[in-house]
Every structure is written in C-alpha cells, then in structure tokens.
C-alpha cells in the first residue's frame, strides 16, 4: 500500500517533471541556415534589428488568422520575416508554436541573415531581402520527408492519393482569401482505407500563385506508394497520411471523386494545459494532506 506521504512526494515529483517539460522548446522537424545568403556579426545594426522584429511578432495579439508579415530596419540592414501557422490552429497555439521558432531558429542559425525552420504546425522565416508579396514565389529551400510505411494495394493508393490532394489544390486556389488560404479534408478509397490530406499557401500570395506554388510541390509526393509524406517550402506545404492530423475536416471526399460542404458536428476531445494539470495536482495534494490520519500505522 501506498502512504498519503509517499503518494504526496510522488505528485509533487510528477509536478515539477510537467512544468519542466513544458518549458523547454522543442526542436524543429526541419530547418535551414542559408549561408550564401550573408551573415550578420553579434550586436550589429541587423543583429538588433532581427532581435527587435522577433520582440513584435511575440507581442502582437492582434493577428488571429496565423499569419504575421513584419519588416523593421532600412537598406541592408532591413529585416523581412514570415510566421505561418497550419490553418486549424488557435491563435495561442499559434502564438506559442512561433514564439518557440524565434527562440530556437537563431541557435541554429547564430550569424546567418536568412533562415527558416518548421515545426508540425507553423514556420518561420526570416531574411534581409523580400520574402513576401503576392507575386513572390520561391519554392527553396524544399524539404520531402515521408512516412516509411508502404501502402497496401499502390497503384490504388497513389490513384486516390491524387485525386485529393488535387481537390484540396483546387480548394485552396478558389476560396483562399488574404487571411487565410488552407484546405484540408480525406478521402475513402475502395479498400476502406482513409487519406488525409492538406494544402496552404502564405495568404499573400494570389489565387494564382498560390496554385503554381502547390503545382510546384504535389508531383513531388505523388511517385511513390508511402502511406504518408509531406513537402516544406516557405509559402506552400502540403501533406498526406492514413491518420488524421488536422482538427477539423471542412472537406470530405468519396471513392467517386465528389466533395461534399454538408455541414457535420465535430467532437472536440481537449487535452488538458499545464495549467490544469498543475491545478488539479496541487488540489489532489492539498486534500491529502488535510484528510492524512493521525494514526502512523494507517495506509491510503
């Protein structure tokens, strides 16, 4: 049996293990350093001015579309920077995902004028020349990671794979507006297996762009019979699996290549903060210390 001391310290331990976990930044699925591209030196004009940008984008709670475009400095010196985040994501969520990208993508880049990492769920890039704009489009660097896992039947798999993704293209490419340009949805293939997909763009781009930039990139994934994959540019990405990865599904695709817009309720299952956890935990520990026995020789 477990005392009420015992199973105090155990909670307490557990505690602090779950305030320390949260506090640490994660590091990113990919990331590069353009080296070519320049290097700045420590405490210079764009050293500071990067350092100032990053302090704007951490405090600007005005933007709740997950999308941030800032510039600060003039000439050389000048610092452009783009923060995307996956389109289902809540402007928190969103906030803390780029708030770690600007704390772990100058580690990794410590001189570099120009640099862009992704975590699962947003990106960040910065550079000392124009990197937004709705007739910008730049697919490097490119980035293909996959799932190792081979789908069953492949010619079947690759065949629906694409009917998606070129759905959720044409999607994105019609209905994307200035704030947001993202489609996600699946699709049931004649083997019950379901594929989730997702395409976004950097809603400053125009429909068009948006579409050269994604034609750019599909074909990319569209050779191989991998259950999942995903390709990383710094204004469009796109990604596929056989699991959801995506919080809701505005888009829903059968075997017969027809999307349906009905409306559909959606269960959200929210897992607990931090915070709660450490509410709930602190609760848990004062009752027991309040309910412990007198008696030493009783057990919880």
């Known amino acids: 049996m477990i005392t009420s001391g015992r199973l105090f310290s155990s909670l307490c331990c557990l505690l602090l293990m779950l305030i320390t976990c949260d506090a640490q930044q994660y590091d990113f699925i990919y990331y590069e350093c353009q080296n070519e591209k320049g290097n700045y030196t420590e405490n210079s004009t764009y050293h500071k001015n990067l350092n100032t940008l990053f302090s704007t984008l951490a405090s600007d709670t005005k933007i709740d579309y997950g999308f941030y475009n800032l510039s600060y400095g003039q000439n050389d010196d000048k610092v452009n920077a783009v923060g995307l985040c996956q389109g289902d994501l809540n402007q928190s969520d969103c906030r803390r995902c780029l708030n770690d990208s600007r704390i772990v993508l100058p580690k990794h880049c410590p001189n570099q004028k120009e640099a862009v990492g992704w975590y699962d769920q947003c990106m960040l890039q910065y550079s000392n020349r124009t990197i937004f704009g709705s007739g910008y489009v730049d697919n490097t660097p490119m980035q293909y990671l996959i799932n190792t896992d081979n789908a069953t039947d492949v010619q079947v798999f690759k065949q629906e794979r694409a009917s998606l993704m070129s759905n959720l293209r044409n999607n994105v490419s019609a209905t994307g507006d200035s704030r947001r340009k993202y489609a996600a949805g699946s699709v049931t293939g004649t083997d019950f297996q379901t594929i989730y997909g997702l395409v976004q763009c950097t809603p400053d781009l125009s429909s068009q762009k948006c579409d050269e930039c994604l034609e750019g990139i599909v074909d990319v994934t569209l050779n191989d019979g991998k259950k999942g994959g995903r390709v990383l540019t710094p204004r469009c990405h796109i990604r596929f699996e056989t699991y959801r990865f995506?919080?809701?599904?505005?888009?829903?695709?059968?075997?017969?290549?027809?999307?349906?817009?009905?409306?559909?309720?959606?269960?959200?299952?929210?897992?607990?903060?931090?915070?709660?956890?450490?509410?709930?935990?602190?609760?848990?520990?004062?009752?027991?210390?309040?309910?412990?026995?007198?008696?030493?020789?009783?057990?919880?």
């Open 246 to 300: 995506f919080q809701f599904q505005p888009t829903t695709t059968n075997n017969n290549n027809t999307t349906t817009s009905k409306s559909r309720s959606v269960i959200v299952v929210a897992v607990p903060s931090v915070t709660v956890l450490v509410l709930i935990m602190c609760s848990i520990c004062v009752y027991l210390k309040v309910k412990r026995p007198s008696k030493l020789s009783a057990t919880t």
